[in-house]
């Protein structure tokens, strides 16, 4: 296996990396894919390492000292938008599901990515050291992979309910893509692409993305559903074609669903019950229509009937809790079916 330890100083930017611009974001890339998993944590070490050759895997592993617990999970949500200031690269979904699809493979070295994000990271005043690991190795990527899934899972348990703060946070990074769109994200209810409100509320108060931004979320008109009269002025502001949101809902003013939805859920009428299915599942849901289908039907809208969610929603106490919640599942896809259905014994699968 290889590693190289590299002083990021050393890295000629404009000369070894595809150019970098904010420009780039929302670039739609066609090319090669790579798989990818995303790790921040706290830990000593400053500069960059390369840990094997590239092929079709790259983590992303960063360490930072002297700081908290939700700031260094707000900095992993911000993977993505670093990296896709990169031109022909594009960086989708969160955590363990990440695909970088690239147009120019040869220009793609991981030494970029490394540099790209040490810098972006170091210009934080309140970072003094970042360690970021590049992994590309197999057996390397495995280790990362499973330590994440465990930390992730633990921070997706959620501590606080909605009824613990009075402001959530909106998010529009989807606008990029998505004109109009924004996702409300609160203590139960994390948003369709996994992030969650503490990294929501840390991303917001470092202030080094501008498309988190704190909403009072106002009386309460149904507290059981989630809807708030604050949200639903601020969504209406943004959206013109939404009057109402309630976040615990799928039939009755279900949230919007932006780019990254890791599931969908959707009614099944014959059953009176919903069906939930996940990105990589690629077969037929019952209502005849696969996820790619029934993504393009919601992406950006307020659907009644269906909605995007996200696996840390799915483990939330919220979770559809207006509509019935886990009672109301009658079908889950094959890969949901151990993580979720045996936790949640009262629903099953036909
Ligand atoms: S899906 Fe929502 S929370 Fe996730 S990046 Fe898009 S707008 Fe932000």
């Known amino acids: 296996m290889l590693e190289r330890f590299i002083d990021p100083t050393k890295i ?23 798989r990818g998993v995303e790790l921040a944590e706290i830990g000593e070490g400053d500069g960059v390492e390369i840990i094997g050759d590239l092929r079709n895997l790259m983590g992303i592993h960063v360490l930072v000292s002297e700081i908290s617990e ?45 540099k790209l994000i040490y810098d972006a990271l170091k210009r934080i005043p309140a970072i003094r050291s970042v360690r970021v690991r590049i992994i590309c ?15 992730h899972r633990e921070r997706e348990k959620i501590r606080i309910s909605d009824l613990d703060v ?40 470092l202030k080094i993305v501008g498309y988190y931004q704190p909403v009072k979320k106002g009386m309460a008109i149904d507290e059981l559903r989630g809807e708030y009269k604050g949200i639903n ?5 943004i959206n013109g074609e939404v009057n109402r949101l309630k976040l615990h809902c799928v039939l009755d003013s279900p949230p919007l669903t932006g780019n990254y939805a890791e599931a969908i859920v959707f009614y099944i009428p014959e059953k009176d019950g919903f069906g939930v299915v996940d990105r990589n599942y690629k077969g037929k849901t019952p209502v005849g229509l696969t996820f790619s289908e029934l993504e393009k039907i919601i992406l950006g809208r307020q659907v009644k009937g269906f909605v995007g969610v ?9 979770f559809l809790r207006g509509e019935g919640g886990w009672k109301r599942i009658v079908w889950v896809s094959p890969n949901l079916r ?8 009262d629903s099953h699968d036909d």
């Open 310 to 318: 996200s696996r840390a929603y799915m483990n939330s106490e919220g």
């Open 233 to 237: 002025e601020f969504v209406r502001n």
């Open 338 to 345: 151990n993580r979720y259905i045996i936790t949640h014994s």
């Open 137 to 151: 190795d197999e057996k390397e990527f495995k280790k990362l992979a499973e330590k994440a899934e465990k930390i």
């Open 12 to 34: 000629r930017v404009e000369e070894d990396c595809v150019e970098v611009d904010e420009k780039y974001v929302g670039e739609r890339v066609e090319g090669f894919k790579i």
């Open 166 to 205: 009075d402001i959530f946070y909106a998010c529009t990074s989807c606008q990029v893509y998505l004109p109009n769109h924004v996702c409300v994200i609160s203590p139960e209810r994390p948003s369709p692409c996994g992030t969650t409100y503490i990294e929501a509320k840390a991303a917001y108060e």
């Open 70 to 114: 939700e700031t260094v999970q707000a900095l992993e949500s911000l993977f993505g938008e670093i990296i896709n200031r990169m031109k022909g690269v594009e960086y989708k979904f969160r955590k363990g599901n990440v695909e970088i699809t690239v147009s120019d493979l040869e220009r793609f070295k991981p030494e970029c990515v490394g």
